[in-house]
């Protein structure tokens, strides 16, 4: 049998000798059969070395929201190529990024700039602690801020190592780490308010800030439960902690105002992170002016060499100026296309009798396949997931999809593009028959 991706797993050989690993981002060794290696895209099409085509979910984890290359964008970099990348000091360019998320997003009063969430994540913590004096950040299990020491804290805890559902144990993945910082941290459940309130009021007082993403889309894709983001405001409210919605993903796939305008929350602090850019390494911080005050005395320091580079401005300024012209429709349309593909996958999960529960607002989802005797219905936390997901035969579907040209996420997400139409999810729902087909025999 000939081997169709040949040429991805000699490169990924050769790579064995000059890149630890092979790879340059821990989740990229899970790719099965093997880390592949793109040559092109366009759309929402990639061409991997081999010649390979599929229709692309990954869609750069959820960062081209525009698809691959657009045409637009690719202009706007290249002529700010010509005039200049980098030139560490300000721009005009700047100031039109920053005033486009002024425009969109009601609580966004001022901005910073840097090149990647995990950044602005630590950006964000630090203000709060600047601002508030105050020592303890409360996260919740599952959801991911970044591969930061501080970000990483609570994400995919083992569970031998969970501890209570009432006392969730601070846990970060990584060695490394500097142990103080767990203690920075209070871990608490997602999407229960009353456990939430009492996690709250254990720590009373000490609280600088909770961040959460609004859409648990690192986890299973898992809506806010109702009142759950009333009662996070409600309690910063009281604290004088600062509510620090994590909108990496959500920001403007959600609509023009993200996942605060969809779901109806005004926060003191975003970060955005992924879509802003479209591909390119861009990442920003909003909020009121008030709480920016610290920063603008520089009495807590936020720097970076390459921050507010022009490239990535002229990228950005492109991306927003294209939510913008799509006003109202989006993200009605996106969310439609995105339905369609769940309903679809679900239906043909059925045909074939494969366990599999797609979960999610449609702008991106989840497919969480259900272990052996697990009970149907929604995912409703982490542990949850962790104790109805089957990962290893998810692996196995998710493997068929690639050969048959649909590529989804590793751990289950399929991100949404703003270039998919009717036909790609009919094609797209073709070819996950053959696949669904092929792993169910
Ligand atoms: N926050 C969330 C919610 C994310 O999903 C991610 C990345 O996936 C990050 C932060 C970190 O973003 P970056 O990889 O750009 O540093």
């Known amino acids: ?51 390979n085509e599929c229709i692309d979910f990954q869609t750069g984890q959820g960062a081209l929201l525009f698809g691959h290359a657009p045409e637009g964008m690719a202009e706007a970099i290249s002529a700010q190529v010509r005039l200049g990348t980098h030139w560490a000091a300000q721009s005009e360019l700047e100031i039109d990024v920053a005033e486009r998320l002024q425009a969109m997003i009601p609580s966004v009063e001022r901005v910073r700039f840097n090149n990647s969430a995990t950044e602005v994540v630590l950006s964000a913590l630090r203000l709060a602690r600047g601002l508030t004096g105050k020592p303890l950040v409360l996260k919740f299990e599952g959801h991911y801020h970044g591969w930061s020491d501080e970000g990483l804290v609570g994400f995919a805890p083992p569970p031998d190592k969970w501890g209570t559902e009432e006392e969730p144990t601070r846990l970060h993945p990584s060695k490394g780490v500097i142990p103080e910082v767990l203690d920075q941290f209070v871990v608490a459940r997602w999407n229960d308010p009353e456990h939430l309130r009492r996690r709250v009021d254990q720590y009373r007082g000490r609280i600088a800030a909770i961040i959460f993403e609004p859409a648990l889309c690192n986890t299973s ?101 294209q939510i913008l012209a799509l006003g ?35 702008l991106v989802f989840h497919t969480a396949m259900l272990k052996p005797g697990a009970a149907p219905g929604p995912i409703r936390d982490y542990r949850d997931c962790v104790q109805r997901h089957d990962a290893p035969r998810w692996a196995h579907l998710r493997r068929c999809l690639l050969e048959h040209g649909v590529r989804a996420i590793e751990r289950g997400l399929w991100f949404m593009n703003l270039t998919l139409t009717e036909a790609d999810i009919e094609t797209t729902l073709t070819r996950a028959t053959a696949a669904f087909a092929q792993h169910a025999a």
């Open 1 to 51: 049998m000939t081997d169709r991706f040949a040429k991805s797993r000699s490169l990924f050989e050769r790579a064995q000798n000059s890149i630890a690993g092979g790879i340059n981002s821990g989740i990229r060794k899970m790719e099965q059969p093997v880390p592949l290696y793109f040559a092109r895209g366009s759309g929402s099409r990639l061409w991997d070395v081999d010649g």
């Open 221 to 321: 894709c898992i809506e806010p439960a109702p009142g759950l983001l009333s009662t996070i405001r409600e309690l910063c409210d009281r604290e004088g902690a600062l509510m620090i919605a994590d909108e990496t993903i959500t920001g403007f796939r959600f609509g023009p105002s993200g996942a605060q305008g969809y779901y109806d929350f005004s926060p003191d602090l975003t970060i955005f992170g992924k879509a802003i850019g479209g591909g390119v390494p861009f990442a920003a911080l909003g909020g009121r002016t008030r709480i920016f005050e610290p920063i603008i005395r520089g009495e807590v320091v936020h720097a970076g060499t390459l921050n507010a580079n022009p490239l990535c401005l002229s990228a950005s300024r492109w991306c927003l100026d």
């Open 328 to 362: 109202k429709e989006h993200p009605t349309g996106l969310q439609c296309l995105g339905n369609k593909l769940m309903e679809g996958l679900e239906r043909l999960a059925h045909e074939y009798a494969i366990p599999l529960h797609p979960q999610g607002p449609g």
